[in-house]
């Protein structure tokens, strides 16, 4: 059988009385030792009989029980008309509770509500709207969840489905006799490949970027050389001239991150610029930070497109394709070691006509400004 709780007003009640209680046994205890030292000269000057001890103790214990049970009595009646006026002050908020445990997170409590639990309100406004902004961050990033893994299965079935193909294509030698058409199948195939093996390291990279259990390594690095030795190579690649102008400018980072953020921002640049367009890379440090700017001579981004840029897969110009494009996850890398590094990444259009990235670092030594 299961144990029932008392309700609050009873055990108020039961309180009570048993302190009445024990205030009247004590006060029986204290009468008995004040009158003992008093008895004989009581009994001498006749005011009690000889040998009424027991009279005596009767009678105050009748008195006790005279004046202690209407007192016990007033008290449980008592303890349950408070009992009931705290169950009734508390029933709002426990009513409230129960709605919001079932999900109504719009549930108020009702404005007429004892103003001695002004801070109960208060505290239960509070966690309704905490617990409501959190549910609404985790939909959000469920949401976005389940349209990463809807894109990464769509970008991953590309590749896959024309590596297929060609396979099937190179194992049947009545289509491919020919040693030049192998040939060619043959650097499709390997294309594609090198295409599926890039969006898998990119999405790999931004997992880890994105894992706050994986330390961001942090050492001082000087932005400007690590910046004009990555882009140097760069320039022996076919493609838009680099102009590449840098400083000295000592930040706390990850090399290597810095070199991987270049990267994709050079590669990105050039694959929307001509050939006999420009890519230009600066580096400067000024007032306790370190910036580096790339920009192109390309058409650049609509301004109304410039907030959506870090979206993962984002493709802006759907004439373009993976295989003419990057992996659409190239600046998501960039905008999430950004983040790590405590860095501001902004977008905008350059003095060259096409996109400008800017990303601002704290120089080493300088105090970096933490959220809240």
């Known amino acids: 059988m299961p144990h029932r709780k008392l309700p609050v007003d009873v055990k108020l009640a039961v309180l009570v009385g048993a302190l009445l209680l024990a205030s009247a046994l004590a006060q029986r205890v204290l009468i008995r030792w004040a009158l ?16 009424s001890s027991l009279a005596v103790a009767a009678v105050r214990e009748r008195m006790i029980l005279a004046i202690g049970a209407p007192l016990v009595a007033c008290a449980l009646g008592t303890g349950l008309v408070l009992g009931a006026l705290a169950r009734r002050r508390v029933r709002p908020l426990v009513v409230a509770m129960r709605e919001v445990s079932k999900g109504a997170l719009d549930t108020e409590l009702p404005v007429p509500l ?13 966690m309704r709207l905490a617990l409501a ?3 609404g961050k985790l939909a959000a990033v469920d949401a976005q969840r389940r349209r990463l893994f809807a894109d990464l299965a769509h970008e991953l079935a590309n590749p896959t489905s024309a590596i297929m193909g060609l396979v099937d294509t190179l194992g049947a030698p009545a289509l491919c006799e020919d040693p030049a058409v192998r040939a060619r199948l043959l650097v499709s195939l390997e ?17 880890e970027l994105e894992d706050p259990d994986v330390p961001c390594l942090r050492e001082p690095v000087d932005l400007g050389a690590v910046v004009a030795e990555a882009a140097a190579r760069f320039a022996l690649l076919e493609g838009a001239r680099i102009d590449v102008a840098t400083e000295p400018s000592p930040i706390l980072a990850d090399g ?23 890519v230009r890379v600066r580096v400067a440090s000024n007032e306790g930070t370190a910036t580096l700017v790339v920009e192109d001579s390309g058409p650049g981004v609509p301004d109304e497109l410039l907030s959506r840029l870090g979206e993962r897969l984002l493709r802006l110009d759907p004439s373009r394709d993976r295989r003419t494009g990057g992996t659409g996850l190239g600046l998501s890398i960039v905008r999430s070691i950004a983040a790590r590094h405590d860095a501001t990444l902004t977008f905008d259009r350059g003095d060259l006509g096409g996109l400008r990235v800017t990303l601002v670092f704290a120089a080493a030594g300088a105090r970096v400004a933490t959220p809240g």
């Open 133 to 135: 902004e959190a549910l």
């Open 256 to 278: 290597s991150r810095i070199e991987q953020v270049l990267a994709n921002l050079v590669t990105n640049a050039r694959r929307h610029t001509p050939h006999d367009g420009t």
């Open 36 to 51: 003992s030292p008093y008895e004989t000269e009581l009994r001498a000057i006749g005011l009690i009989e000889a040998h």
């Open 114 to 126: 004892d103003p001695d639990f002004a801070d109960v309100r208060e505290t239960f406004d509070t």
């Open 191 to 207: 294309g594609e490949a090198t295409r599926l093996g890039r969006l898998v390291a990119d999405v790999r990279d931004l997992a």
